[in-house]
Every structure is written in C-alpha cells, then in structure tokens.
C-alpha cells in the first residue's frame, strides 16, 4: 500500500516484474506442485506451436513446400547442421534432444512477445532444469564414453607441463559455472527486455513523454524479436559444444 | 501459511518472483511434461517426416538432374545427327549436281558434235555444189570464149578452126 500511494502521487506506477509472478489458473488457492498455473498455461501453448509448426507443418509431405513446411524444414536443416558442424557425425543421434530444447526455448520467448503472455524461460526455475538437464547429460555422457580420459578435458596438453595444474583448475571452475552462466543467461535476457518494456510502459501515463514511450516500447520490441530467436539459439550452439567436449574431450 | 506470505509480498513487493522458490516445484513439474510431450512428437513423428521429405527431395532433385543430363546428352546426339544429314545432304547435292552437270556436258558435247557434223556435211555439199557451179561456170566460160573467139575470128574474116580456137582459149585461160 504504501509503495502503491508513493507511485500515485508522482504519476507513475512501476510493477515491473508483476508481470512474472505466477498464478494458479482457477480459484486463489496455494500453488502446489501440481496446479495449473499461467506458467503451465504458456509451456502448454508452447508444446501446440512445436506440434502446429513441426507435425501439421510437414503433414502434406510436398515436395515442394508449403509456407508452414519451408519452416519447418528450416528449423530441421538449422539444427541439423549445427550438431553436425561442432559435434561431428557421432552428435547426430542426440540430434532430436537438441532439436526439443531449441523448439521449446524458441517457441516459448516468441510466445511470451504476446502481450499480456507469460514467459516461460524467464523463470530460473525453467533454465536451470534446461541448463542441469545439458550438464548432467553431457558430463555423465562424457564419462560413459571417455571413461577417465574424459577428465583430459581439463589436463590442457598443448601448454607447457609447469602451466597445466594451473590451467586445470581453472578449466575445472569454468567446467562447473557453465550451468549457471547457460541457464542465467537466457532467462536473465528475456527478463530484462520484458521488465525495460514494463518499465516504459509505465512512463506512458505522462502524457508528454507517452510517444517517446511508445517509440522506445515498439523499440524494444523489436529488439526482444531478435533476443527471443538469439538467445534460443545461443543456448542450442552452447549445448552442441559442451556435447562436443563430451564426445570428444580431447583439445 | 509459507506460500500465502509468499504470495502476498510478490504480489506487492517489487521481488523477482523468480527467486519464489514455492513456486518452482510446479514449474519444473510442468515443464518436464512440456518437454517430454515436445520430445515425444519431434522424435517419434515430426523428425523422421521431414528427415525423409528431405532425402526425398534430394532424391527427386538427383533423378532429375540426371535425367536432365540424359536429355543434354540426347539433344547434343540429335544436334550430331541433324548435322551429318545435313553435310550428308549437301554432298548429296553437290553429286547430284555434278551428275547433271556432266550429263548437260556431255549432252551439249554429243549436239554441238552432231551440229559440227552436219554443218561440216552441209558445208562440203555446198562446197561440192560450189565446186560444181564453178566447174560450170568454167566451162561456160570456155564455150563463151570459144564462141566468141569464133566469132571474133569470123569477124574479121578469117575462117576459123574450132579446134584451134578451143585449144587457144584453154591456154589463155590457163596463163
């Protein structure tokens, strides 16, 4: 009460980050592990654009391709020679774990672009379990694979023998941030663009300076178009890599 | 009471609801399903159609382009054949040509022989006519002479010897 009546009398209410908060979709009640909230909500239309874009896209199976197909077969050769430029042919089986995440992420932050939409990936709870599922993957696959040897990932055998503990610690600390820095990243990115366009969004209530909003929201728009596809696919190329240092832990 | 306190500041309080962690059970549990559920339809369904309209559109584009080398192939063996019937037609021609051209040859040299032939046949009847009337007119002449010889000779008085008169009027002729 007291922050709302400071807003009101200098004209402006700031709720940033309301806008991320979650709710149960029915009723007030607590959120239990199981409520449908607006996150589900947006996850849920997320699943239907991958399903509409990739399942009905493809449905007619042309030869020549429909508008909705070309998409999808963009989306499909994207990912596709990606995994197989950094992680080599031995990548491609893990291709369509890859092909998910890319799909989720990049559906979800283009939804989310809808107004008054949820975002799903601005949510550490989400990138975390995106970020720790790659970690998880890619460090159990590198020692199923590699055995030991996957630990030459941090013995750095191109520098001078006296360097390499040295490096190897380093290497190792940058080895476990990698989760933080891959989930942080992209929610902290979408976050940010939502919560700047929230932000001027309230300073449209003054009306001298409400165009100057609109032009800097339709701004930040645009730039929240590029960051959604951006930061989708900076996720993805870091997952082919840290893929590829397990297939192949050898500088 | 932990999640409604929770809640409650949220919802008034400028916090990042992203670090309400009550709320983050639920939606790890919802994403996981997301996640499986987009696994599912990608790799079951949506991966392999289109993996396979892509090597069938390869396939269409290499049989096409192959068939598209065959017809070059076939057009430049076309354009071969177009080009020897047409040498062979103009040699063709020039044979026939050359044919002709000696046949009108020797046409024209078995008339112009023929032509030469009579012309010489006419020429030497009308020499020997010629010849004839020239050997008449000689002797007309030699008559002419002798009788005017004669007559001159009776003219003057003389008696005159035909014989002689003619012998007389061939030497003349003949000096």
Redesign the interface.
Known sequence: ?A?EAKGEEAGLV?????Q???KPLFGDG??????P?N??LW??F??IA??VL??LG?SK???I?SRS?SV??LA??FIYKMVEDICGKEGVKY???I???F??IVCANFLGLIPTAFT?T?????TV??AMAVFLTVTILGFVKNGAGFLSLFWVSSAPLALRPILAIIELISYFVRPVSHSIRL?GNV?AGHAVIKVFAGFAVITLVSPVSVVAITAMYGLEVLVSFIQAYVFTILTCVYLKDALHPHH | MATETNSAEAASAPGMPQLDFSTWGNQIFWLVIALIAIYFVLSRMALPRIAAILAERQGTITSDLAAAEDLKVKAQEAEAAYDKALVDARAEAHRIVGEAKAEIQSDLDAAIAKADAEIAAKAAESEKAIAEIRAGALDAVKEVAADTAKEIVSAMGGKADAKAISSAVGARLKG
């Open positions: 009460m922050t700031f709720h940033p980050m309301d991320f908060i979650i607590a959120i239990t592990w199981y409520t909230t996150a589900a996850m849920g997320a699943v991958v399903i990739m399942l493809s199976r042309s030869i391709p197909q999808a077969e499909y050769g291709f369509p774990y092909m998910t995440l799909m989720f799903p601005s949510h550490f709870a989400v379990v995106l929610a976050m």
